[in-house]
């Protein structure tokens, strides 16, 4: 039986979200969001419109954290259910960042908005405490 509820899609793009990330795979995470995309991190709100302008702060973004912090990889902690309809669904997310010899670089808590467009089940805002 397939769930086609609105928390089952939630969780899918939001798992997708983080193995395109994982994967450094800028076209698929960019796949996963609601444009215009609104972030909200490192004290800065950021405002994509199209997927080609948040590819290009992913790849930028994605070699930064490399650089930076040594990041290898990152995991969800929690994804819950804060609030949920027909077409939205507010997330309470928290996802740990680590280098690849396992340590810790980060714990960041996070408010994730996914909404139904077209069809698909897609990333429309994100606010976190990361940086």
Do not use: C
Not at 1 to 14: K, L
Not at 16 to 38: C, E, G, K, V
Not at 91 to 106: A, C, E, M, N, P
């Amino acid at each position: 039986m397939i769930d086609d509820t609105p928390e089952a899609g939630a969780f899918e793009v939001t798992g997708a979200f983080m193995a395109s990330f994982n994967a450094r795979d800028a076209a698929a995470h960019a796949r996963t969001l609601a444009y215009p995309h609104i972030r909200l991190a490192g004290g800065t709100v950021r405002t994509w419109q199209h997927p080609e302008e948040a590819m290009r702060a992913m790849e930028q973004g994605f070699a930064a954290l490399v650089e930076r912090a040594g990041w290898d990889h990152s995991a969800w902690d929690h994804r819950r259910i804060i609030h949920a309809q027909a077409d939205k669904v507010h997330l309470d997310v928290q996802f740990t960042r680590y280098r690849k010899d396992g340590s810790v670089i980060g714990v960041y808590p996070a408010v994730y908005v996914v909404v139904e467009q077209g069809g698909a089940w897609l990333i429309q805002a994100r606010s976190s405490f990361a940086p």
